[in-house]
């Protein structure tokens, strides 16, 4: 019904945008090197400055993607899109700048730079607000509007219509609603399309109203009537979709999966169950791991003598934490506490005035310093740089008791840092909270998504004043 739509419009605005951001170069270099601006001095090739424009329309696009400007989000206004477009471009051209300046390109210059800005936000927010006139246009035209027809007028079929009343990429129009049990609709939904009559009705619809598709949402103990509409509705070349009652129970999106001719519906889409997206975040956390313990070992050296020096006690502490498909590993930490033989600090919560932790300890726990020795987690295959924090087995026994879908985070590696960690969710904060960003995280994993994560980790600082 509307699969593809949201992947297609994705790719044109980004299409869009990198030969928006070319058109924009071409202007600026026409309005400062040969029209308004002119003059004889020297500068570099225009091959040269195309080459930027290059970097920069990827550099842009990155950026893009890592504030959700190319994800569908139809509650969006053209204002909010507009504003997005404002503060990715403000960004990339701070990027930008910045790698001319890394790079030694001195020679470039700054009214060029100034009006191909200027030029770039204005082709965008043009390129934006034909695009959303476009499809309201499109959508006023009843030749692309898809008429449907809903089999049941139970909760799932309230719920489908209320989806398909905010798409706007394509306009949709219930004719109405089919049931056997209703002649009309509860009271709360007396807005909705009417009841125009039983499921037996169907062909007498579909002969006397256009219709495009039906979606059928009968429970399954209505099953012995699927094998009759199905049939109506190949007869008369009518696209049919039925959305399966499960949909009640299943607890998130779910996933077809083929075994030879039989179809495997899982109940939890996990992009990392795919071998080229765990090989990938496993490249990419072997090559992140490596950098950052060579750019930290001074640090870690440094970390370690002092806290020999300050309490007596092993250098790295290691606890015992609950990992992917629940299989427990030892997770290391630098030290931060006087040194226990009897093992309470794996039933004990730390508390902001903990008598346990030592004076560096305490310094080294704000800052999140004690957690560097996590990346030999990592390279080990125990961890990854991004993930759900990982829990001790003490508190996972309770956890998921008391929280659902709390044990799900073991999808996947746990990380050093997550999405709930870059949301302000660290240290003492709600749990139930926090599941609700590891499981969205889980669900909705991509390389961009680590790399926002990874961005904004490094951006929000290392202090933490809920880190105990």
């Not at 499109?138 to 209320?162: D, E, M, P």
């Amino acid at each position: 019904m509307i699969r593809g739509k949201d992947n297609f419009f994705q790719k044109m605005y980004i299409v869009f945008d990198f030969l928006a951001i070319q058109a924009s170069f071409f202007l600026a270099w026409w309005t400062k090197f040969i029209a308004f601006f002119a003059n004889n001095e020297e500068h570099i090739s225009i091959q040269i400055y195309f080459l930027w424009s290059i970097i920069y329309g990827m550099l842009s696009i990155l950026i893009g993607y890592l504030f959700n400007l190319y994800y569908s989000d139809r509650r969006n206004t053209l204002l909010i899109k507009c504003m997005t477009l404002l503060k990715v471009h403000s960004i990339g051209m701070v990027c930008f700048i910045s790698f001319l300046f890394l790079f030694k390109v001195i020679d470039f210059s700054r009214s060029f730079l100034i009006i191909y800005y200027l030029t770039i936000l204005l082709f965008a927010t043009l390129g934006r607000a034909v695009a959303h006139v476009a499809i309201n246009y499109t959508n006023s035209n009843n030749s692309n509007k898809r008429y449907i027809v809903i089999v049941g007028a139970g909760q799932l079929a309230y719920k489908f219509y209320h989806q398909v009343s905010l798409q706007r990429q394509q306009k949709f129009e219930v004719i109405g609603f089919l049931d056997d049990y209703k002649q009309i609709h509860d009271e709360k939904h007396q807005d909705l399309s009417r009841i125009i009559g039983k499921t037996t009705d169907l062909q007498y619809v579909l002969d006397h109203h256009l219709v495009d598709e039906v979606v059928l949402t009968l429970p399954l103990s209505a099953y012995e009537k699927y094998a009759e509409i199905v049939d109506i509705c190949e007869r008369n070349g009518v696209r049919l979709f039925i959305i399966p009652s499960l949909f009640k129970i299943v607890p998130a999106r779910p996933h077809v999966e083929m075994l030879g001719d039989i179809p495997l519906v899982t109940i939890r889409d996990i992009p990392l169950d795919e071998v080229s997206n765990s090989t990938l975040k496993r490249l990419f956390d072997i090559v992140f791991s490596i950098a950052a313990i060579l750019v930290t070992m001074p640090l870690m050296v440094a970390i370690a003598i002092i806290i020999k020096l300050t309490s007596k006690g092993p250098l790295i502490f290691k606890q015992e934490r609950i990992g992917k498909n629940n299989r427990p590993f030892l997770m290391y930490k630098f030290r931060s506490m006087k040194f226990e033989m009897d093992g309470s600090s794996d039933t004990l919560w730390t508390t902001a005035n903990d008598p346990r932790k030592t004076k560096f300890g305490a310094f080294i726990r704000r800052t999140s310093l004690d957690e560097l020795p996590q990346f030999f987690n990592v390279l080990k295959g125990d961890m990854s740089i991004v993930g759900p924090r990982p829990e001790r087995p003490f508190f996972v026994e309770q956890f998921k008791e008391q929280i659902p879908k709390y044990m799900v985070k073991h999808h996947v590696r746990p990380g050093i840092t997550g999405w709930a960690q870059v949301n302000g969710l660290r240290g003492d904060t709600s749990i139930n909270t926090r599941i609700i960003y590891d499981i969205f995280y889980i669900e909705n994993w991509s390389f961009l998504l680590d790399l926002k994560i990874i961005l904004k980790t490094i951006a929000n600082g290392f202090i933490n004043k809920n880190a105990y």
